[in-house]
């Protein structure tokens, strides 16, 4: 299996630009999470999906965060209009029922300027 | 609620020596409980996890964890650190249910001195 596959690796844009990030989840997963990185805030949980319904929301910082997910294999998370304290690492993970753990993409560098 | 402390966001130790990353969790129901590792620009990896059982579990690259129900406690221990141990490593704490959310801890940065 291919893992976690995010895109872009990274992604640099202008302030107030919209961002979005994409996710695949290794097939057969059913919960997804979207995790943001940054030194000052370690690692914050911003939205999961449980068979592609939103179950928490709660760490999505504001209304210009948005997150979808249409079907099992994809995800986005889209930033409009982005900001300079945007600037992070976005994760994507995805676990299956029955594990526990959850596995990783390589991550998102996202930089607004 | 769920939440896990790290102590330490730094730690270093000398090459040969014993490595010792402390975390505490708190959560309302027991938990399953997991370290990870992330090398510099990349993401998470699985070090180990506790879910039921025994209590002490072994991980790759020679880590290990003790879960202490009485303590709150799932530290991190690995007998002789190695220059290739040097990474953040994360705690995280999921409550009992593949189908809820995971909470990571603030981190701690391992350096190895040679």
């Known amino acids: 299996d291919a893992g976690v596959i995010q895109s872009p690796r990274h992604e640099v844009t202008e302030m107030g630009q919209e961002v979005t990030l994409r996710c695949k989840p290794i097939?057969?997963?059913?919960?997804l999470f979207w995790y943001r990185q940054t030194m000052m805030r370690g690692l914050e949980l911003l939205i999961y999906?449980?068979?592609?319904?939103?179950?928490?929301d709660s760490g999505m910082p504001e209304d210009r965060f948005s997150a979808k997910m249409p079907n099992a294999s994809f995800s986005t998370l889209k930033i409009q209009p982005s900001e300079p304290r945007d600037s992070a690492v976005y994760f994507c993970?995805?676990?299956?029922?029955?594990?526990?753990?959850?596995?990783f993409g390589q991550g998102t560098r996202l930089t607004v300027v | 609620a769920q939440s896990v402390t790290q102590l330490g966001s730094h730690v270093s130790v000398s090459e040969g020596a014993l490595v010792l990353l402390r975390c505490n969790y708190s959560?309302?129901?027991?938990?399953?409980l997991f370290w990870y590792v992330q090398y510099p620009n990349q993401g998470l990896q699985l070090l180990l996890k506790?879910?039921?059982?025994?209590?002490l579990v072994k991980g790759i690259n020679g880590f290990e964890a003790e879960f202490k129900k009485s303590e709150t406690s799932f530290h991190l221990t690995k007998p002789s650190a190695h220059m290739s141990d040097a990474a953040e490593y994360f705690c995280?704490?999921?409550?009992?249910?593949?189908?809820?959310?995971?909470?990571f801890g603030s981190g701690t940065r391992l350096s190895i001195r040679p």
């Open positions: 506790y879910t039921t059982g025994a209590t």
């Open positions: 097939s057969g997963h059913n919960s």
């Open positions: 993970a995805s676990s299956q029922t029955g594990n526990t753990e959850a596995f």
């Open positions: 995280a704490v999921r409550e009992y249910s593949s189908a809820s959310k995971i909470i």
């Open positions: 999906f449980n068979n592609n319904v939103p179950i928490d």
């Open positions: 959560s309302s129901v027991p938990p399953y």
